[in-house]
């Protein structure tokens, strides 16, 4: 049967069935914010070596990976291989927990440094993983830049202040 056939009144009514269709479809959520869970499209190896669990890929990450590596080529730095990516669960919760660590190691050694420039140390005294390190207070405040402390140039200003007040109230005391 062509449209031509159709009786008007059944155009109405099928008229008005896709569009209580469509209404009905937007209540239940499905309108202009749309979510699907995303389709996998491939697997990929755990970027763990010991691991090689193979992990769900979705369109998306394969092109962010892909607009990656057509980044990393333009500067002509080597490509990330796929099995270099993705984390299966476990692993990406164990590699969580290490950062958490690093970080944590990263701000006590910080404190520690702070602390022997607070105290005027004349040689300021750090260990790495590179092993133990010693320098004067400008190689210590160079140090704590690179750890990515966020405001050495604030940090400097306060010790000078402090500095300056703290022997001029000595003085003072001792003059009294
Ligand atoms: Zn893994």
């Known amino acids: 049967m062509s449209k031509e056939e159709l009786d008007p009144e059944v155009v109405a009514d099928l008229r008005l069935r896709a569009y209580s269709e469509k209404d009905s479809s937007r209540s239940r959520g499905e309108g202009a914010y749309d ?36 980044e990393l080529a333009r500067r ?3 490509p990330v291989a796929s099995h270099e990516v993705m984390w299966c669960a476990s692993c ?20 520690d440094v702070i602390r022997q420039i ?22 210590a405040f160079a140090a704590l830049k690179r750890w990515g402390h966020p405001d050495i140039e604030g940090f400097k200003q306060a010790i000078g202040d402090k500095r300056n ?6 003085e003072r005391r001792g003059g009294l």
């Open 35 to 70: 979510w699907k869970p995303a389709p996998t499209v491939t697997q990929w190896k755990c970027r763990v070596p010991a691991c090689k669990t193979f992990v769900d890929v979705t369109p998306d990450a394969v092109e962010s990976w892909e607009m990656f590596n057509r």
């Open 76 to 78: 002509d730095e080597r």
């Open 92 to 111: 990406a919760e164990m590699h969580a927990g290490a950062q958490s660590q690093r970080l944590r190691k990263m701000a006590d050694r910080m404190a």
């Open 165 to 170: 007040t703290t022997p001029s109230k000595r």
């Open 118 to 139: 607070k105290a005027g140390d004349k040689v300021i005294r750090w260990r790495s993983s590179s092993g133990e390190h010693a320098g004067d207070e400008n190689e």
